[in-house]
T-cell receptor, first 110, second 115 residues
Framework: SQQGEEDPQALSIQEGENATMNCSYK?????LQWYRQNSGRGLVHLIL?????REKHSGRLRVTLDTSKKSSSLLITASRAADTASYFC??????????FGKGTRLSVIA | DVKVTQSSRYLVKRTGEKVFLECVQD?????MFWYRQDPGLGLRLIYF???????EKGDIPEGYSVSREKKERFSLILESASTNQTSMYLC??????????????FGPGTRLTVT
């Protein structure tokens, strides 16, 4: 399977600022998922957006999906030092394994 | 809460050894997955399983095999460990989707070093 791509590869912001990460994928999908990984740990599921949805919110997270452009974005508002982690998008298609991107490393400086 | 556990957090093995990595999930999930994660390469799927005794090759199965004798347990086997298999290994599980993919639950990872 071909991986998606996140952009940027790394992002450094000040606490309180918003962080935006983008994701592109290659094939048609049923849903697009975002995961977070703290250093040296497993991934944790954050949010899932279905292919017929354009925007979804969960707390300080906002995800958009543009299926015509095969892209998604994750916005974290009012970032905190504890948001420092790597963020991965994963595209889902039928009951086949998710295709993960390479991730964006976010650093939030207090 | 869904819990996925992996047998070791850190493991050091010698070249040529046979290595077993164990993964157990407690949510009765049908699907289980093994990934390796390397800097700059992201997550790469090694093998996955949709059911007991079933296995499917992922993107990089060479040098690995798997076993799923019970629904809750999925083992990754390195038949003869090599230094290029030094990596972080992540196990995950999910429900079986009816035409769509459910979220995956990950274990904490095993950092394997082969010397």
């Amino acid at each position: 399977s071909q991986q998606g791509e996140e952009d940027p590869q790394a992002l450094s912001i000040q606490e309180g600022e918003n962080a935006t990460m983008n994701c592109s994928y290659k094939t048609s999908i049923n849903n697009l998922q975002w995961y977070r990984q703290n250093s040296g740990r497993g991934l944790v599921h954050l949010i899932l957006i279905r292919s017929n949805e354009r925007e979804k919110h969960s707390g300080r997270l906002r995800v958009t999906l543009d299926t015509s452009k095969k892209s998604s974005s994750l916005l974290i508002t009012a970032s905190r030092a504890a948001d420092t982690a790597s963020y991965f998008c994963a595209s889902g298609r039928g009951n086949t394994p998710l295709v993960f991107g390479k991730g964006t490393r976010l650093s939030v400086i207090a | 809460d869904v819990k996925v556990t992996q047998s070791s957090r850190y493991l050091v093995k010698r070249t040529g050894e046979k290595v077993f990595l164990e993964c157990v999930q407690d949510m009765d999930h049908e699907n289980m997955f093994w990934y390796r994660q390397d800097p700059g390469l992201g997550l790469r799927l090694i093998y996955f399983s949709y059911d007991v005794k079933m296995k499917e090759k992922g993107d990089i199965p060479e040098g690995y095999s798997v076993s799923r004798e019970k629904k809750e347990r999925f083992s990754l086997i390195l038949e003869s460990a090599s230094t290029n298999q030094t990596s972080m290994y992540l196990c995950a599980s999910s429900r079986m989707g009816q035409g769509h993919s459910y979220e995956q639950y990950f274990g904490p990872g095993t950092r394997l070093t082969v010397t």
